[in-house]
């Protein structure tokens, strides 16, 4: 069953494009990446579901229900953390988390504290002394801390350490083992690519692509390199072949295609070495980019 | 209403009413001490009045007043705490929302599980009961400062009533109109030069206009409407007060619906 849905999702501000015609569907249960450049619209999608900005066109909706129109019951299942850090001014990180647990059911003050404990958050600081890092945090605490069914989070890991990250995916993986949906917003592709089932592209306010993030991996290109001695690069100028580039006695490419194509044509040479590789998602990424 | 925003929000201008009270106060109390002396030279004091030109007594709506007595002199100094009250009401008005927006609490708070409608109202009941707040204590400070310092000398009891009753209407005027202007510009960065502007704004427009006899400009100052001097010697409303009551409906409905309809704006 779809949980969020975009049709024709869009927005302008004023003449300012937003996003244009975004449309796309995530199932029950998914980890749902959300990848492109920054001012690509990742953002605007977000919060045109937390109805902080009301769409030109098209609809967004949550459960099958219009994210607008239904805003207040809905949202008493989302959780959002927002890509800025915020604070109230003088307020400690307990009175915010407490503030926050107020708005929902019972049991989420309770959960506040083992958020915390997780994400070894101190609550007794004052929001406004912390670091990025920390603020993120008690974003993160604050999205989480009602076990909302949706959870959209907009660039959640920018600011936090190697050691912390991991443990905020645990708690999103947990989060979802235990049946929560996750829209994952973010420009770092190696980030969503270690959580994600499926991702969609985003760029210049258009989705360019959606693909199951194996797919994205696995029908797409090789990375290949060949190592050996009288290489003559154009041989290797074939159909499929891209990014074809020449080093000190070594040719390295992407290749689409018939993998039996490229391998005849490396058995021609004298081989010394020879990797087959999976792209990474950024190098993926590069052409949706140019 | 939500009490859970009502109880935050009245917490966080919970030093701004103090402060506001304890200054609206002090200059109460401290104008009226003056208040003894001044009236014992009375002549001396009407004498020195009718030599001020014109102009300047009626840019502080002075004309016609006898300073010797209660009223007379509590209305003079009634002006300053006016401007004072302005100035607070308009700082609420806003900041009621653009503050949530400046500083990105604005994406916290909408995200959660309650309308815009409940959120601007309990706001608004907040920053009123702050208001509130600051109108008793002119109440408690203008009533024992009159009775420690008249020196037995008496006063109708009525238009001073009148007069500290405008209060509420006074403060509501320039919280819901700087509501409604916070709503109408894109971004308020820093409130202390709206409130200042709108403040000051209103209260020239109201001196000038009188110095210069132009009555359609000053019609739209409550400093107008409200003009103490006029209310101390009518010991009745100016029909005048009807347009601030207009205005306060028109800048309410209006805050609250463009407040549904707002595109909140982000960080970059």
Same mark, same amino acid.
């Given at each position: ?96 988390? &407490? ?42 605490? $604050? ?22 990250? $991991? ?9 979802? &083992? ?32 959606? $693909?199951?993030?194996?797919?994205? $991996? ?8 060949? *190592? ?19 080093? %000190? ?13 490229? *391998? ?8 010394? %070495? ?17 | ?50 030599? /001020? ?84 204590? @002119?109440?408690?400070? !203008? ?10 000398? !008496? ?17 509501? @005027? ?10 109408? @510009? ?21 001196? /000038? ?31 005048? @007060?009807?347009? !601030? ?24």
């Amino acid at each position: 069953m779809s949980i969020i849905e975009a049709n024709n999702l869009t927005k302008y501000y004023g003449k300012a494009r937003g996003i244009v015609d975004v449309s796309f569907s995530v199932d029950e249960g998914e980890i749902f990446g959300f990848i492109g450049p920054n001012g690509a619209g990742k953002s605007t999608t977000i919060r045109l579901f937390c109805s902080l900005i009301y769409p030109s066109g098209g609809s967004a909706e949550i459960f099958g229900k219009d994210a607008i129109k239904f805003g207040p019951e809905i949202r008493q299942e989302i959780g959002y953390l927002p890509s800025e850090v915020f604070y109230y001014e003088g307020m400690k990180v307990l009175d915010l988390l &407490k503030y926050s647990a107020s708005f929902y059911k019972e049991g989420s003050t309770k959960r506040l504290y083992e958020l915390a404990d997780i994400m070894e958050l101190d609550l007794t600081r004052r929001i406004d002394d912390l670091s990025y890092g920390n603020k993120k945090k008690v974003g993160i605490v $604050q999205g989480l801390l009602h076990q909302p069914k949706v959870i959209f989070l907009d660039e959640p890991t920018a600011g936090l350490d190697p050691l912390i990250q $991991q443990k905020f995916f645990n708690l999103i993986r947990e989060e979802n &083992k235990n049946g929560a949906t996750i829209f994952f917003s973010s420009h770092i592709l190696s980030v969503v690519q270690k959580i994600c089932s499926r991702v969609a592209i985003i760029r210049e306010g258009k989705i360019v692509e959606i $693909q199951d993030i194996r797919t994205l $991996q696995k029908d797409n290109y090789k990375k290949i390199r060949v *190592t050996a001695s009288h290489l003559d690069e154009t041989r290797f100028d074939v159909d499929g072949v891209s990014n074809l580039e020449k080093e %000190d006695g070594a040719v390295s490419f992407f290749f689409k295609g018939d993998i039996n194509l490229i *391998t005849r044509l490396i058995s021609e040479h004298d081989v010394a %070495d020879v990797t087959i590789e999976e792209p990474t998602l950024e190098e993926i990424f590069i052409h949706y980019y140019e | 209403m939500s009490t859970n925003i009502f109880k935050l929000e009245f917490k966080m201008h919970l030093k701004s009413v103090i402060t506001w009270s304890l200054g609206v106060s002090a200059l109460i109390f401290l104008y009226f001490a003056l208040f003894p002396t001044l009236a014992r030279d009375a002549e001396l004091l009407n004498e020195m009045m009718a030599q /001020f030109p014109e102009e300047l007594l009626l840019a502080f709506g002075m004309t016609g007043i006898d300073l010797a007595s209660v009223l007379g002199f509590y209305s003079f100094l009634f002006l300053f705490a006016q401007i004072c009250l302005a100035i607070q009401a308009a700082n609420y008005g806003f900041s009621l929302v653009s503050i949530e927006e400046r500083d990105l609490t604005a994406d916290f708070l909408l995200a959660k599980p309650v309308g815009r409608t409940q959120i601007m109202t309990s706001k608004l009941l907040a920053a009123f009961s702050g208001l509130t707040i600051t109108n008793i204590v @002119v109440w408690i400070v !203008s009533f024992g400062a009159i009775n420690l310092f008249r020196e037995g000398r !008496s006063f109708e009891t009525k238009p001073l009533l009148l007069l500290l009753l405008s209060i509420v209407v006074f403060q509501l @005027v320039f919280l819901s109109v700087g509501l409604v202007i916070s709503l109408l @510009v894109k971004r308020v960065r820093s409130v202390t030069p709206f409130s200042m502007a709108l403040a000051f704004g209103m209260y020239v427009l109201s001196a /000038f206009g009188s110095m210069l006899g132009d009555s359609k400009l000053e019609n739209i100052t409550p400093f107008k409407h409200f003009e103490p001097n006029y209310i101390i010697q009518n010991a009745a409303y100016d029909p005048l @007060v009807l347009l !601030s009551v207009a205005a306060i409906l028109v800048s309410l409905v209006g805050s609250y619906l463009l407040y549904a309809k707002r595109d909140i704006p982000s960080a970059v």
